[in-house]
């Protein structure tokens, strides 16, 4: 793959089922891509097609622009505060970017801590799945500097092709909790609806056909509904990284004094889930605890 040099050399750390093609359509565009993943193996794809491996974080300090896409909170919190992370080594004027899905306070800590030192913090998780990053189609939603947004769109518009700015450090990633709040209880009345269409001795695959244009069409309806009625659970989107969400959320909405009993509930049903071993599941993986032929 050839390289830009015109364009800035651009970090990307976590290759997993999403980042490895988003990392991959920055490369495409021609940004030298400098990579690194906790299981290193995950970078050899990239770097076959020209991007650098690094062994830490700490070796991005050559980048302009670092984007992470990690798992938990906590490799959040290492990535950019630990002895090795980003924030210690990056230098003034870098731009950082966080994609993953995370706790909300983390991200205004991380900008907090990055402006004293001159560096610009993001936060912009994303909402997708492994096809919307596949596909480059993925929604973006930022939170953090205006100037920092508007600097990182170029990269932006490489993955997504939604992108909005939704406020200061930490918007992202309250947005990004009410989606996950909306796919809670939708992917649970998808299970409910397609194991009502069998109880009733309907074929539910012609129920989805019949009702899937009209109000109760969605993703979760009209994508992973067939998937559910074929056993289809191969991960778009993991079981326990949507456990983790919707721990985060409901965390915040403790704190802002919310009460949300349909996403209490969803957790409860994926926790069973994941109690039953199938963390490993994407999230139509629940339709098994409503009698799931598979």
Do not use: W
């Amino acid at each position: 793959m050839t390289q830009d040099p015109r364009l800035p050399p651009v970090g990307f750390i976590g290759l997993g089922i999403m980042g490895q093609h988003m990392a991959g359509h920055l490369l495409d565009a021609g940004y030298p891509l400098h990579v690194y993943n906790r299981t290193a193996s995950r970078t050899a794809a990239l770097v076959e097609r020209g991007a650098t491996a690094h062994d830490t974080p700490a070796g991005f300090a050559c980048c302009e622009v670092v984007i992470t896409m990690v798992g938990y909170p906590s490799d959040v919190e290492q990535v950019y505060l630990g002895a090795e992370g980003l924030l210690a080594h990056a230098k003034a004027g870098t731009t950082l970017i966080d994609m993953t899905t995370s706790s909300p306070e983390l991200a205004a800590r991380i900008a907090a801590l990055g402006a004293e030192n001159g560096i610009g913090c993001l936060d912009a998780p994303v909402s997708g799945g492994d096809v919307g990053a596949r596909d480059a189609k993925l929604a973006i939603m930022v939170g953090g500097d205006v100037a920092d947004f508007n600097r990182a769109m170029p990269l932006f518009q490489k993955m997504g092709a939604k992108i909005a700015h939704m406020g200061p450090a930490g918007a992202g990633q309250h947005t990004k909790m009410a989606n996950q709040i909306a796919i809670a209880s939708t992917v649970m009345g998808t299970c409910e609806s397609l194991a009502y269409a069998r109880a009733a001795g309907l074929d539910a695959a012609q129920v989805l056909e019949a009702i899937g244009t009209g109000a109760a069409g969605s993703f979760q309806l009209n994508v992973l509904g067939p998937k559910m009625l074929k056993g289809d659970f191969a991960p778009g989107f993991f079981v326990h990284h949507f456990v983790k969400d919707m721990s985060i959320a409901l965390a915040e909405a403790e704190r802002l004094k919310l009460d949300l009993p349909g996403l209490a509930l969803a957790r409860k049903l994926f926790d069973r889930l994941v109690e039953q071993g199938h963390d490993q599941d994407g999230t139509q993986g629940l339709f098994r605890l409503y009698g799931a032929s598979t």
